[in-house]
Protein backbone atom coordinates (compact mmCIF):
# COMPACT_ATOMS: atom_id res chain seq x y z
CA UNK A 1 0.00 0.00 0.00
CA UNK A 2 2.67 2.39 0.54
CA UNK A 3 4.57 1.69 -2.51
CA UNK A 4 0.80 2.91 -3.99
CA UNK A 5 1.02 6.02 -1.77
CA UNK A 6 4.62 6.77 -2.93
CA UNK A 7 3.69 6.24 -6.87
CA UNK A 8 0.57 8.06 -6.50
CA UNK A 9 2.52 10.94 -4.97
CA UNK A 10 4.93 11.00 -7.77
CA UNK A 11 1.90 10.82 -9.97
CA UNK A 12 -0.19 14.14 -8.53
CA UNK A 13 3.06 15.92 -8.91
CA UNK A 14 4.01 14.94 -12.35
CA UNK A 15 0.20 16.15 -13.25
CA UNK A 16 0.80 19.47 -11.91
CA UNK A 17 3.71 19.75 -13.50
CA UNK A 18 2.47 18.88 -16.83
CA UNK A 19 -0.53 21.31 -16.28
CA UNK A 20 0.58 24.15 -15.07
CA UNK A 21 1.84 25.82 -18.21
CA UNK A 22 3.43 26.38 -21.18
CA UNK A 23 6.06 23.87 -21.70
CA UNK A 24 9.18 24.15 -23.47
CA UNK A 25 12.32 21.56 -23.67
CA UNK A 26 14.63 22.83 -22.00
CA UNK A 27 17.59 20.19 -22.25
CA UNK A 28 18.95 18.83 -25.69
CA UNK A 29 21.90 17.18 -26.98
CA UNK A 30 22.22 19.10 -29.27
CA UNK A 31 23.83 22.02 -27.33
CA UNK A 32 26.65 20.24 -26.39
CA UNK A 33 30.39 20.70 -28.17
CA UNK A 34 33.24 19.33 -27.43
CA UNK A 35 35.31 21.24 -24.55
CA UNK A 36 37.33 24.46 -26.34
CA UNK A 37 41.28 25.15 -25.03
CA UNK A 38 41.38 26.33 -21.69
CA UNK A 39 41.32 30.39 -21.72
CA UNK A 40 43.94 31.78 -19.63
CA UNK A 41 44.23 35.51 -21.03
CA UNK A 42 43.01 37.82 -18.12
CA UNK A 43 41.58 40.21 -20.71
CA UNK A 44 39.33 37.71 -22.17
CA UNK A 45 38.05 36.00 -18.41
CA UNK A 46 37.88 39.85 -16.93
CA UNK A 47 35.35 40.27 -19.68
CA UNK A 48 33.16 37.43 -18.54
CA UNK A 49 33.60 37.38 -15.07
CA UNK A 50 33.97 40.86 -14.10
CA UNK A 51 31.60 43.02 -16.47
CA UNK A 52 30.21 45.93 -14.77
CA UNK A 53 26.77 47.16 -14.29
CA UNK A 54 25.80 50.05 -16.46
CA UNK A 55 22.35 51.30 -17.42
CA UNK A 56 23.11 50.49 -21.19
CA UNK A 57 23.46 47.27 -20.96
CA UNK A 58 20.60 45.88 -19.39
CA UNK A 59 18.49 43.76 -21.93
CA UNK A 60 15.25 45.04 -22.79
CA UNK A 61 11.97 44.00 -22.07
CA UNK A 62 13.35 41.07 -19.62
CA UNK A 63 11.74 38.16 -18.56
CA UNK A 64 13.27 37.49 -15.06
CA UNK A 65 16.07 39.25 -12.78
CA UNK A 66 18.11 37.61 -10.85
CA UNK A 67 19.60 38.70 -7.33
CA UNK A 68 23.39 37.31 -7.05
CA UNK A 69 25.29 35.71 -9.39
CA UNK A 70 26.21 32.50 -6.88
CA UNK A 71 26.06 29.05 -8.83
CA UNK A 72 21.96 28.74 -7.61
CA UNK A 73 21.30 31.89 -9.17
CA UNK A 74 23.45 30.93 -12.09
CA UNK A 75 21.66 27.80 -12.68
CA UNK A 76 18.61 29.91 -12.38
CA UNK A 77 19.08 31.92 -14.64
CA UNK A 78 20.55 29.54 -17.62
CA UNK A 79 18.06 27.30 -17.23
CA UNK A 80 15.80 30.59 -17.98
CA UNK A 81 17.91 31.39 -20.72
CA UNK A 82 17.68 27.61 -21.88
CA UNK A 83 13.91 28.06 -22.00
CA UNK A 84 13.87 31.26 -24.50
CA UNK A 85 13.90 33.88 -21.76
CA UNK A 86 15.75 36.73 -21.05
CA UNK A 87 17.36 37.19 -17.69
CA UNK A 88 19.96 39.75 -15.34
CA UNK A 89 21.93 38.64 -13.06
CA UNK A 90 22.80 41.50 -11.00
CA UNK A 91 26.16 40.83 -8.52
CA UNK A 92 27.86 43.07 -5.74
CA UNK A 93 30.84 41.60 -6.12
CA UNK A 94 33.02 42.94 -8.46
CA UNK A 95 33.48 39.24 -9.67
CA UNK A 96 31.00 37.07 -10.75
CA UNK A 97 30.32 33.04 -9.62
CA UNK A 98 30.13 33.20 -5.41
CA UNK A 99 31.78 30.55 -3.83
CA UNK A 100 32.64 29.27 -7.46
CA UNK A 101 35.00 32.55 -7.40
CA UNK A 102 38.63 32.50 -7.61
CA UNK A 103 40.80 35.67 -6.50
CA UNK A 104 44.68 36.07 -7.64
CA UNK A 105 47.18 37.95 -4.80
CA UNK A 106 51.12 37.66 -5.80
CA UNK A 107 50.92 35.21 -9.14
CA UNK A 108 48.78 32.61 -7.02
CA UNK A 109 45.34 31.88 -7.95
CA UNK A 110 43.41 31.02 -5.09
CA UNK A 111 39.61 29.10 -4.85
CA UNK A 112 37.15 30.46 -2.38
CA UNK A 113 34.79 27.88 -2.20
CA UNK A 114 34.62 24.62 -3.81
CA UNK A 115 37.33 21.73 -2.69
CA UNK A 116 35.95 19.04 -4.69
CA UNK A 117 32.26 17.90 -5.99
CA UNK A 118 31.06 14.46 -6.75
CA UNK A 119 28.44 12.43 -8.80
CA UNK A 120 29.80 13.85 -11.34
CA UNK A 121 30.28 10.33 -13.49
CA UNK A 122 29.42 9.71 -16.75
CA UNK A 123 25.85 9.88 -16.83
CA UNK A 124 24.93 11.21 -13.42
CA UNK A 125 22.09 13.69 -13.13
CA UNK A 126 25.09 16.23 -11.98
CA UNK A 127 27.26 15.78 -14.98
CA UNK A 128 23.89 16.01 -17.17
CA UNK A 129 22.91 19.06 -15.50
CA UNK A 130 26.28 20.85 -15.45
CA UNK A 131 26.79 19.93 -18.92
CA UNK A 132 23.33 21.42 -20.15
CA UNK A 133 24.18 24.70 -18.43
CA UNK A 134 27.82 25.32 -19.74
CA UNK A 135 26.71 23.63 -23.05
CA UNK A 136 29.71 20.42 -22.47
CA UNK A 137 32.37 23.55 -21.88
CA UNK A 138 32.98 22.30 -17.89
CA UNK A 139 35.98 19.68 -18.03
CA UNK A 140 36.52 18.05 -14.14
CA UNK A 141 39.79 16.08 -12.99
CA UNK A 142 39.04 13.42 -10.96
CA UNK A 143 40.61 12.98 -8.01
CA UNK A 144 42.46 9.96 -6.00
CA UNK A 145 40.56 7.35 -4.90
CA UNK A 146 41.74 8.13 -1.36
CA UNK A 147 40.02 11.62 -1.32
CA UNK A 148 40.18 12.21 2.59
CA UNK A 149 42.02 11.48 5.09
CA UNK A 150 40.35 12.22 8.63
CA UNK A 151 42.53 13.37 11.66
CA UNK A 152 41.13 12.79 14.68
CA UNK A 153 42.50 13.89 18.58
CA UNK A 154 45.44 15.70 19.47
CA UNK A 155 48.92 15.51 17.64
CA UNK A 156 50.11 13.40 20.34
CA UNK A 157 47.80 10.70 20.12
CA UNK A 158 46.55 11.45 16.52
CA UNK A 159 44.20 8.62 15.06
CA UNK A 160 44.30 8.33 11.27
CA UNK A 161 41.35 7.23 9.10
CA UNK A 162 41.10 6.97 5.19
CA UNK A 163 37.59 7.84 3.28
CA UNK A 164 37.77 5.80 -0.21
CA UNK A 165 35.46 6.38 -3.12
CA UNK A 166 34.22 3.53 -4.97
CA UNK A 167 30.88 1.93 -5.07
CA UNK A 168 32.19 -0.92 -2.61
CA UNK A 169 35.60 0.50 -1.95
CA UNK A 170 34.06 3.02 0.93
CA UNK A 171 32.27 0.35 2.76
CA UNK A 172 35.47 -2.24 2.51
CA UNK A 173 38.07 0.79 3.55
CA UNK A 174 36.05 1.91 6.73
CA UNK A 175 35.41 -2.23 7.77
CA UNK A 176 39.21 -2.71 7.51
CA UNK A 177 39.87 -0.06 9.35
CA UNK A 178 36.76 -0.67 12.19
CA UNK A 179 36.78 -4.51 12.08
CA UNK A 180 34.09 -4.51 15.15
CA UNK A 181 31.74 -2.30 13.38
CA UNK A 182 31.04 -4.18 10.32
CA UNK A 183 27.03 -4.76 10.50
CA UNK A 184 27.25 -0.93 12.01
CA UNK A 185 29.00 0.31 8.63
CA UNK A 186 26.49 -1.74 6.31
CA UNK A 187 23.81 -0.17 7.58
CA UNK A 188 25.12 3.07 6.87
CA UNK A 189 25.75 2.19 3.36
CA UNK A 190 22.47 1.21 3.42
CA UNK A 191 20.95 4.26 5.06
CA UNK A 192 23.39 6.08 2.20
CA UNK A 193 21.85 4.31 -0.88
CA UNK A 194 17.77 4.52 0.44
CA UNK A 195 18.64 8.35 1.11
CA UNK A 196 19.86 8.93 -2.19
CA UNK A 197 17.08 7.23 -3.88
CA UNK A 198 14.33 8.52 -2.30
CA UNK A 199 15.51 12.14 -1.84
CA UNK A 200 13.64 13.44 -4.37
CA UNK A 201 10.35 12.75 -2.72
CA UNK A 202 11.02 15.36 -0.83
CA UNK A 203 11.32 17.68 -3.65
CA UNK A 204 8.01 16.74 -4.74
CA UNK A 205 6.49 17.42 -1.29
CA UNK A 206 7.79 20.69 -1.71
CA UNK A 207 5.77 21.56 -5.00
CA UNK A 208 2.97 19.75 -3.39
CA UNK A 209 -0.02 22.05 -2.57
CA UNK A 210 -0.07 22.99 1.48
CA UNK A 211 -3.33 21.49 1.68
CA UNK A 212 -1.72 18.53 0.59
CA UNK A 213 1.08 18.37 2.37
CA UNK A 214 -0.50 19.18 5.87
CA UNK A 215 -3.03 16.41 5.25
CA UNK A 216 -0.38 13.85 4.87
CA UNK A 217 1.48 15.13 7.65
CA UNK A 218 -1.40 15.31 10.02
CA UNK A 219 -2.46 11.82 9.07
CA UNK A 220 0.81 10.26 9.70
CA UNK A 221 0.84 9.03 5.93
CA UNK A 222 4.10 11.04 5.34
CA UNK A 223 6.45 8.54 7.23
CA UNK A 224 4.73 5.45 5.82
CA UNK A 225 5.24 6.41 2.36
CA UNK A 226 8.78 6.66 2.35
CA UNK A 227 11.61 6.71 5.88
CA UNK A 228 13.13 9.18 3.87
CA UNK A 229 10.88 12.39 6.01
CA UNK A 230 11.96 10.03 9.24
CA UNK A 231 15.52 10.64 8.11
CA UNK A 232 15.18 13.86 7.47
CA UNK A 233 14.16 15.04 10.50
CA UNK A 234 16.20 13.12 12.64
CA UNK A 235 19.37 14.74 14.32
CA UNK A 236 22.52 12.86 13.00
CA UNK A 237 24.08 12.39 16.25
CA UNK A 238 20.78 10.59 17.51
CA UNK A 239 21.03 7.74 14.58
CA UNK A 240 24.65 7.30 15.09
CA UNK A 241 24.08 6.43 18.24
CA UNK A 242 21.42 3.59 17.51
CA UNK A 243 24.32 2.35 15.02
CA UNK A 244 27.25 2.18 16.72
CA UNK A 245 28.94 3.31 19.73
CA UNK A 246 32.59 3.55 18.75
CA UNK A 247 33.18 7.43 18.56
CA UNK A 248 35.57 7.35 15.92
CA UNK A 249 32.90 6.02 13.59
CA UNK A 250 30.84 8.52 14.61
CA UNK A 251 32.91 11.16 13.53
CA UNK A 252 33.60 9.97 10.64
CA UNK A 253 30.22 9.38 9.39
CA UNK A 254 30.13 13.93 9.92
CA UNK A 255 33.73 14.92 9.64
CA UNK A 256 32.39 17.16 6.51
CA UNK A 257 32.17 20.61 7.95
CA UNK A 258 29.83 22.52 6.62
CA UNK A 259 28.21 24.92 9.71
CA UNK A 260 26.71 22.91 11.62
CA UNK A 261 26.99 19.91 14.40
CA UNK A 262 26.12 16.67 13.92
CA UNK A 263 23.04 16.96 17.21
CA UNK A 264 21.51 19.99 15.05
CA UNK A 265 22.17 18.48 11.62
CA UNK A 266 19.50 16.16 9.96
CA UNK A 267 20.87 12.56 9.08
CA UNK A 268 19.70 12.42 6.27
CA UNK A 269 22.13 15.36 4.97
CA UNK A 270 25.16 14.01 6.72
CA UNK A 271 24.13 9.95 4.23
CA UNK A 272 23.89 12.54 1.13
CA UNK A 273 27.41 13.87 1.48
CA UNK A 274 29.18 10.86 1.92
CA UNK A 275 26.90 9.39 -0.66
CA UNK A 276 27.69 12.03 -2.84
CA UNK A 277 31.50 11.14 -2.84
CA UNK A 278 30.94 7.15 -3.11
CA UNK A 279 31.52 7.33 -6.90
CA UNK A 280 34.42 9.78 -6.89
CA UNK A 281 35.68 13.33 -5.85
CA UNK A 282 36.43 15.86 -8.63
CA UNK A 283 37.86 19.34 -9.22
CA UNK A 284 37.39 21.39 -12.06
CA UNK A 285 39.79 21.36 -14.85
CA UNK A 286 41.11 25.14 -14.65
CA UNK A 287 40.02 26.00 -11.45
CA UNK A 288 36.44 26.59 -9.35
CA UNK A 289 35.57 30.36 -11.73
CA UNK A 290 35.33 27.97 -14.89
CA UNK A 291 32.11 26.70 -13.71
CA UNK A 292 30.82 30.57 -13.81
CA UNK A 293 33.12 31.20 -16.95
CA UNK A 294 30.89 28.67 -18.94
CA UNK A 295 27.65 29.69 -17.85
CA UNK A 296 27.53 32.87 -18.39
CA UNK A 297 27.52 32.71 -22.52
CA UNK A 298 24.44 30.37 -22.20
CA UNK A 299 22.53 33.51 -20.34
CA UNK A 300 24.54 36.00 -22.97
CA UNK A 301 23.40 33.74 -25.91
CA UNK A 302 19.69 34.25 -25.17
CA UNK A 303 19.71 38.02 -24.82
CA UNK A 304 20.60 37.96 -21.19
CA UNK A 305 23.33 39.33 -19.18
CA UNK A 306 25.76 38.92 -15.86
CA UNK A 307 26.97 42.01 -14.05
CA UNK A 308 28.86 42.56 -11.28
CA UNK A 309 29.28 45.80 -9.06
CA UNK A 310 25.34 46.63 -9.11
CA UNK A 311 24.24 46.31 -4.78
CA UNK A 312 20.49 45.23 -5.33
CA UNK A 313 19.07 47.47 -2.57
CA UNK A 314 15.43 46.61 -2.73
CA UNK A 315 12.59 44.21 -4.29
CA UNK A 316 9.54 45.93 -6.42
CA UNK A 317 6.31 45.49 -5.44
CA UNK A 318 3.57 46.46 -6.99
CA UNK A 319 -0.47 47.15 -4.96
CA UNK A 320 -1.12 43.49 -6.17
CA UNK A 321 1.45 42.23 -3.78
CA UNK A 322 3.87 41.09 -7.20
CA UNK A 323 7.37 41.10 -7.63
CA UNK A 324 7.87 44.10 -10.44
CA UNK A 325 11.64 44.60 -10.48
CA UNK A 326 14.46 45.68 -8.39
CA UNK A 327 16.24 49.11 -7.65
CA UNK A 328 20.13 48.77 -7.09
CA UNK A 329 22.81 51.80 -6.25
CA UNK A 330 25.11 52.87 -8.69
CA UNK A 331 27.21 55.55 -7.11
CA UNK A 332 24.83 57.91 -4.91
CA UNK A 333 21.88 57.45 -7.53
CA UNK A 334 19.29 54.45 -7.48
CA UNK A 335 17.94 52.79 -10.68
CA UNK A 336 15.11 50.47 -11.32
CA UNK A 337 15.32 47.65 -13.55
CA UNK A 338 12.04 45.98 -14.06
CA UNK A 339 10.83 42.34 -14.75
CA UNK A 340 7.96 40.19 -14.05
CA UNK A 341 9.90 37.95 -11.99
CA UNK A 342 12.69 38.18 -9.20
CA UNK A 343 14.74 35.54 -8.26
CA UNK A 344 16.98 36.34 -5.12
CA UNK A 345 20.00 34.15 -4.71
CA UNK A 346 21.46 36.18 -1.27
CA UNK A 347 19.93 34.19 0.96
CA UNK A 348 17.12 33.89 2.70
CA UNK A 349 17.57 36.82 5.60
CA UNK A 350 18.97 38.94 2.61
CA UNK A 351 16.02 38.58 0.88
CA UNK A 352 13.29 38.88 3.78
CA UNK A 353 15.56 41.16 6.56
CA UNK A 354 16.74 43.94 3.74
CA UNK A 355 15.40 43.58 0.19
CA UNK A 356 11.43 43.91 0.77
CA UNK A 357 9.45 46.14 1.71
CA UNK A 358 8.67 46.60 5.58
CA UNK A 359 4.87 45.52 5.41
CA UNK A 360 5.98 42.43 3.87
CA UNK A 361 9.07 41.73 6.68
CA UNK A 362 6.67 42.03 9.45
CA UNK A 363 4.11 39.32 8.19
CA UNK A 364 3.50 36.72 10.63
CA UNK A 365 4.03 33.93 8.06
CA UNK A 366 7.63 35.42 7.40
CA UNK A 367 8.48 36.06 11.14
CA UNK A 368 8.02 32.62 11.69
CA UNK A 369 9.24 31.00 9.02
CA UNK A 370 12.49 33.22 9.38
CA UNK A 371 12.20 32.03 13.46
CA UNK A 372 12.59 28.62 12.02
CA UNK A 373 16.28 29.18 10.84
CA UNK A 374 19.56 30.90 12.18
CA UNK A 375 23.02 31.33 10.66
CA UNK A 376 25.42 28.72 10.56
CA UNK A 377 29.13 29.07 12.26
CA UNK A 378 30.78 31.27 10.79
CA UNK A 379 34.63 30.27 9.37
CA UNK A 380 37.98 31.69 8.11
CA UNK A 381 40.06 30.64 5.53
CA UNK A 382 43.96 31.30 5.41
CA UNK A 383 45.17 30.59 1.74
CA UNK A 384 48.91 30.02 1.41
CA UNK A 385 50.73 29.92 -1.46
CA UNK A 386 54.04 27.41 -2.09
CA UNK A 387 56.50 27.95 -4.93
CA UNK A 388 56.91 24.93 -6.71
CA UNK A 389 55.27 22.22 -8.83
CA UNK A 390 52.98 19.39 -6.98
CA UNK A 391 55.04 17.46 -7.90
CA UNK A 392 58.21 18.89 -6.36
CA UNK A 393 56.23 19.76 -3.25
CA UNK A 394 54.92 16.07 -2.97
CA UNK A 395 51.91 17.50 -2.84
CA UNK A 396 48.94 14.57 -3.03
CA UNK A 397 45.59 14.34 -4.57
CA UNK A 398 43.46 14.62 -1.34
CA UNK A 399 42.18 16.67 1.34
CA UNK A 400 42.87 16.41 5.06
CA UNK A 401 40.39 17.01 7.85
CA UNK A 402 41.62 17.80 11.47
CA UNK A 403 39.76 17.79 14.39
CA UNK A 404 40.85 17.88 18.26
CA UNK A 405 38.99 14.92 19.51
CA UNK A 406 35.69 12.71 18.15
CA UNK A 407 33.18 14.50 20.23
CA UNK A 408 32.19 16.76 16.91
CA UNK A 409 29.17 18.26 18.58
CA UNK A 410 31.21 19.53 21.33
CA UNK A 411 33.67 20.69 19.10
CA UNK A 412 31.55 22.68 16.73
CA UNK A 413 29.09 23.78 19.88
CA UNK A 414 27.87 27.29 19.35
CA UNK A 415 30.22 29.00 21.59
CA UNK A 416 33.10 31.33 21.36
CA UNK A 417 34.73 29.55 23.91
CA UNK A 418 36.55 27.45 22.07
CA UNK A 419 37.49 30.69 18.86
CA UNK A 420 39.60 32.03 22.51
CA UNK A 421 40.52 29.80 24.59
CA UNK A 422 44.33 28.92 22.81
CA UNK A 423 45.98 29.10 19.66
CA UNK A 424 44.68 26.13 18.39
CA UNK A 425 40.95 25.69 16.29
CA UNK A 426 38.58 22.56 17.02
CA UNK A 427 39.09 21.50 13.23
CA UNK A 428 40.61 22.56 10.52
CA UNK A 429 40.48 20.73 7.20
CA UNK A 430 43.55 21.77 4.64
CA UNK A 431 42.97 21.42 0.57
CA UNK A 432 44.86 22.08 -2.42
CA UNK A 433 43.49 22.67 -5.17
CA UNK A 434 46.56 22.86 -7.17
CA UNK A 435 46.92 18.66 -6.79
CA UNK A 436 43.78 18.87 -9.29
CA UNK A 437 45.50 20.82 -12.29
CA UNK A 438 47.67 19.54 -13.97
CA UNK A 439 48.77 22.77 -15.24
CA UNK A 440 49.22 24.66 -11.98
CA UNK A 441 52.01 25.37 -9.42
CA UNK A 442 51.06 25.00 -5.47
Known sequence: IFDILSCLLVALAIILFLTAGQRYKVFSEKCLRPPGPLVTDSKERDARLKRGFRVDRVPPALDAVVIGSGIGGLAAAALLSKAGKKVVVLEQHDLAGGCTHTFQNKGFEFDVG????????????LKIAL???????????????????????????????????????????????????????DEIMKLMKHASRRTPLIAILKILPYPVVNLLIWTGLLDKISPVFRLATTSHSE????????????ALSAYVFYGV????????????????????????YGGASEIAFHIIPVIQ??????????????????????????????????IEVHAPVVIS???????????????????????????????????????????????????????????KGNNLDSLL?????????GPQPNVGPVSSPSHSLPVASA
Open 413 to 421: GYTLSWIIS
Open 261 to 284: PPKESSFLINALLLHHYKRGAYYP
Open 301 to 334: QAGGEVMVRAPVQRILINNQGKAFGVTLLKGQKE
Open 345 to 403: DAGIFNTFQKFVPQHIQENSEIQSLLGMIRHGMGSFLVFVGLDGTKEELNIVSKNFWMY
Open 114 to 125: IHYLGQLHENSF
Open 239 to 250: MMSRLTQNKDLQ
Open 131 to 185: DQITEGQLQFVKLEQHYDTVLLGQPDHCREYHIHAGKTAMADSLKKQFPEEEEAI
